[in-house]
């Protein structure tokens, strides 16, 4: 970890230069550019709220907020491990070429993501302006820890992309049953108190850091309470340490991976 804080200083202005290069590049790919990124989230909002409080009469009032909470960060999550899984293979030419170290490209679209995943925020909070406070600058501590297990989880997967193409492919059909798993349609609290339920599974349920961090998301932005900053500082270390062992993972591989790509 040490390590790459040093590459990452020693090479700060090219790095800077690449994030804002995403970021400009994933605005220009679509015609309404950031407002895109606003209008996704609603419309994923909108097409759920139909659905669940509409057509199956669940989800109790202001459902629309609690959903669109667990969207957006639920999205910087899925957007963010894909496209990390593809931060080697498809930078080939920097690999090889200009020497930036090959981590720092990993995490360089979970960056561009969350300043995405901070508007998306933005925009839970001013719309639940009654709630909304100083105490809301907290989601950000939340969303930085979607982005810390988002950066190991893409280490691992981007070495295995090298090593296996279909890897981006099986992935999207991994984060669809992890969207089914993760409390975003609906509060972990359904699964936790379901006496249908087996002990074994619920404790699985919250083996997922999600679960717990889906949650504070809506304690923070719905309900104007903090979180536990005790879990907090235990999930922190177990993302550090996911991606401690995907660095390590890097470093044992990395001659063969810039070969590969």
């Given at each position: ?24 590049s994933t605005v220009a790919t679509t015609r309404l550019g950031v407002v895109w990124w ?224």
């Amino acid at each position: 970890m040490i390590r790459l804080l040093r590459e990452i200083a020693g090479r700060r202005d090219a790095l800077l230069t690449l994030v804002q290069y995403n970021l400009k590049s994933t605005v220009a790919t679509t015609r309404l550019g950031v407002v895109w990124w606003l209008i996704d989230p609603l419309v994923m909002m909108a097409i759920y709220y139909f659905l669940v409080r509409i057509v199956f009469e669940r989800g109790g009032p202001d459902y629309h907020l609690f959903v669109l909470t667990g969207i957006v960060p639920w999205q910087y999550f899925a957007r963010s491990v894909r496209m990390a899984s593809r931060g080697i293979s498809s930078n080939r030419a920097l690999v090889r070429q200009v020497g930036l170290p090959i981590a720092a490209m990993v995490g360089t679209p979970i960056a561009v993501q969350f300043v995405f995943g901070a508007i998306g925020i933005g925009v839970v909070a001013a719309w639940n302006y009654d709630v909304t406070g100083l105490h809301s600058v907290a989601a950000l501590p939340l969303l930085l820890l979607v982005g810390a297990f988002s950066y190991g989880l893409g280490l691992l997967l981007a070495i295995c992309e090298v090593h296996w193409s279909d890897t981006n492919a099986i992935l999207g059909y991994v984060l669809r049953i992890g969207f089914l798993l993760s409390p975003v349609l609906y509060p972990a609290s359904r699964v936790l108190e379901s006496a249908s339920i087996p002990d074994a599974a619920k404790l699985v349920y919250q083996l997922n850091p999600l679960s717990w961090i889906f949650t504070s998301f809506r304690d923070v932005l719905l309900d104007g309470r903090a979180f536990d900053w005790g879990m907090y500082g235990i999930l922190l270390l177990a993302a550090l340490a996911l991606i401690e062992i995907g660095l390590v993972c890097l470093r044992l591989q990395g001659s063969t991976l810039v070969k590969m790509s």
